[in-house]
């Protein structure tokens, strides 16, 4: 057979392996691109002589760790180094440099650290879920999937992995797969409010994106939404304004975002937790506030449904 059939047969071995990660809608799109693969190079579905003893993501993963500097984990990795005493010490030293750095806002050279680390002690799962949560600060969320899936491989009930894997899932707006993430991280850690609010903003916009929720118009691409536009908009910062001149929202503002770094959290993580706190205190307090804001909201998004380019 042709090494090019090997190929094609490698690629869609890797793609069988993602149905089982997928959305039901993704997974219909892998399968026409299997089926239009094996029907262009006549390959059966099933095929002995055109395996191969490495497979595709491991050819890969061990390709781009050759060629960069910072190489990617990847979710079939498994870790063969044992490290030495000696090397675990270093390891933890880069570990704790990482952290210094990921504070000080240094994510790129604390990937480097939390690499270096690994290098020494591939084994240990802290590291490249330390990794990930610096890549996540960067926004580089397939990057962080790759890291919390090392993680779980090495230690399945790692719990903050599932977490920031959750995360990385719904800024990714895979919500169905964040669901059963942050799902498992309570199985492992029940009553962790953080997993529980980061379920509820998914559930939340898991439903808005699949339809209406309560009269709510489906939420459009917001990928050229004009912030500096709707955030000078009157009406909005009028209402924003007196929901922030509250000094017990101030305050639950300020704790929040503490507490929340202490924690290592992300940015993105932080905002999440302070908003789900200030719009539970407001809900209840001031309730026609919040309507308010809601209808100035849903007014600027019925604006940029209406200015989507249209179909040829």
């Not at 050229?224 to 929901?243: E, K, T, Y």
């Not at 719009?279 to 007014?299: F, G, I, W, Y």
């Amino acid at each position: 057979m042709s090494d090019n059939k090997k190929v094609v047969y490698s690629i869609i071995r890797f793609l069988k392996d993602e149905l089982t990660s997928l959305s039901p809608e993704a997974c219909e799109s892998i399968e026409v691109a299997i089926q239009c693969l094996e029907n262009a190079y006549e390959i059966p579905s099933d095929h002995p002589s055109l395996e191969t003893a490495t497979p595709l993501t491991r050819l890969f993963a061990g390709q781009v760790s050759e060629s960069s500097t910072t190489p990617a984990s990847s979710s079939s990795f498994v870790p063969t180094k044992t490290a030495t005493a000696a090397e675990k010490e270093e390891a933890e030293q880069l570990k704790t440099e990482g952290n210094n750095l990921v504070k000080a806002e240094k994510f790129e050279e604390a990937i480097q650290c939390y690499t270096k680390a690994i290098e020494l002690d591939p084994n240990n799962p802290v590291y490249y879920c330390n990794r990930a949560a610096a890549y996540s600060r960067l926004n580089n969320h397939l990057a962080t999937i790759d890291d919390c899936k090392a993680a779980l491989k090495i230690e399945p009930t790692y719990s903050k992995a599932y977490g920031r894997l959750g995360f990385a899932y719904t800024s990714l707006n895979m919500f169905q797969e964040a669901t059963q993430s942050y799902q498992k991280a309570l199985e492992l850690e029940p009553g962790n409010q953080n997993y529980i609010n980061n379920l509820e903003l998914n559930e939340g916009l898991r439903n808005m994106s699949e339809g209406s929720v309560n009269g709510v118009p489906r939420v459009p691409n917001l990928q050229n939404f004009n912030l500096n536009a709707f955030f000078r908009n009157p009406s909005i910062m009028s209402v924003a304004s007196q929901m922030m001149s509250d000094p017990a929202v101030q305050n639950m503002m300020s704790t929040a975002m503490s507490e929340n770094w202490h924690e290592g959290g992300s940015e993105m993580e932080t905002l999440l937790q302070v908003g789900h706190r200030v719009a539970e205190h407001v809900q209840n307090t001031n309730p026609e506030l919040v309507e308010q804001l809601l209808q100035q909201m849903n007014s600027a998004v019925t604006n940029v449904m209406n200015n989507q380019p249209k179909p040829n």
